[in-house]
């Protein structure tokens, strides 16, 4: 019971054939090198600031999804749940620097820490600067005083979005640096879940949780959220996620904020638009300006059936960059 | 004139450390197995086969570039989180070299000492979260008083040192990596990098005990 049927070969090659199925939906945005550990957008625009995401396999279409023009120049793919060695991520480095540097956007993970840390001291020795922001969205178990030590979910797509548009606009790594921090702190992320997704190599459960609960917070693979409770009705639970969102990012009349409502792998368009009801309905209450709205399969934790709210408050700088059209598999916006 | 051993007698030295880590490959992927995915042991005999290759086939004109090689050798082919942590302690105790011509007590509590830092930096973990650095960072501060003995009395009472460290790390439950998850059920069993670095300590100790050193 507790193992799901999943659609497979053999388990060794997921992550050849994954990143090949990719490249090929993806001719004219990308190619791979590094035997397909490493996926770089075609023709890098010339004099820009290098922009590399990053990290293990298991959240598709994070972050593969996002590589495009105007969007991250190249993303760094690890196994599942692993962070990408320093040396793959290194040869990346390589390939998208442009002589102004490069900017790693990554979640914040132990593991991810750690390798990125190890390329950035390799990639200074090769002669290349590089700068560093965490994604660290979920607000699930910790507390706004320990910010730092937050993990990124669903939010750092808007922050890829953002980081993006401003390293085809600004000429220098510390603008680039100092835009997505800025995106970092503006954008704030929960998931509640109802039931775990499953490792996919062994079809293990993630996590337990009754037939009967819930748990609002919860961690992408399953650590410990800020609730878990019964069952109830979903206008109940968005009430509670954005009074938690809203404490930890204070909005005043008039803002402006974009809104990312994500499935985390296994609930209905239905479910998401009826959550996206009453995420408006409060919203327009508290005289908050939604200025975009996305729905849909942006980041997963497998087939967990769950879903994930994510603001980031735009100010004129923010609201620029996002806005600045794109293409990217996951995320297309404007004319390109 | 302190005792000291010569960029050829780091070589070796470092040769015969690699080839005793290699014997521990059982040892330590039981001991990986506790608290990790058990193949630490894989791992480090990868990387140590690999620095052995290399020592034996090329020359160093200075110890910092010896003891980087080390390093980057371990980062490539330890892999993982181990080859991140060993392959900084040795590619940032490099950094902490003065007399690039040879090793002495001095040196050898320079190079602890730019580790220990490098490593507290890199992985965020201090003394007592049941790390690698449990084993080195007390066998650095011995170090540290010891830098007028001989480097075979500075290197034996670091190697005791960090046994003891070692040691200390099967009476605390597990605060960072996979091993967390585990909380108190990891009590009762040693970090599998605290004893990989105890023995790189103790094969130090003793390669330096039988050299015949220059003084």
Known sequence: MNKSKRFLNNPKNIKQEVTNGFVLANKNRLYKICDGNVLIANNLAKDKVGLL???GMGAEPHFM?????NMADCTVVGNFYAAPSPNIILKATCAVDRKKG???LYNNYAGDNLSFDMAAELAEEEGIQTKTVR???????IPINRKSDRGGIAGGILIVKVAGGAANSVDNLDDLYRITKKANDNTRSLITAAKSGTYLDSGELMFDLSEDEIEIGIGFQGEPGLLRTKMMPVNEIVDYMLERILDDLPLVENDKVVLLLNDMGAITFIELLIINNRINQILTEKKIFIFDTLIGNYYSSQEMAGFSISLMKLDDELKKFYNFPASSFNFMKGNL | MKSSLNIEQTKEMMIFVSKHIITKKDELNKADKVLGDGDHGNAMTRGFEAVITKLENEQFADLKNLLKTIGNILLDSVGGVAGIIF???FRSGSKGIINT??????????????AVEAIKLRGNVKIGDKTMLDALEPASKIAAELTDLHIAASMKKASEAAYKGMESTKSIPARIGRAKILGDRSIGHPDPGAI???YILKYMSG????AELND
């Not at chain 2, 011509?101 to 730019?114: I, P, R, T, V, Y």
């Open chain 1, 53 to 55: 995401i990053g990290g």
């Open chain 1, 65 to 69: 999804g996002y590589v495009g023009k």
């Open chain 1, 102 to 104: 490069v900017l790693y």
């Open chain 1, 135 to 141: 994604i660290s969205d979920n607000i699930g178990s």
């Open chain 2, 87 to 89: 392959g900084t302690l």
């Open chain 2, 101 to 114: 011509l040879k090793l002495d007590s001095s040196e050898f509590s320079n190079f602890l000492g730019h």
């Open chain 2, 196 to 198: 990989s670095t105890y």
């Open chain 2, 207 to 210: 390669y330096v005990k039988k």
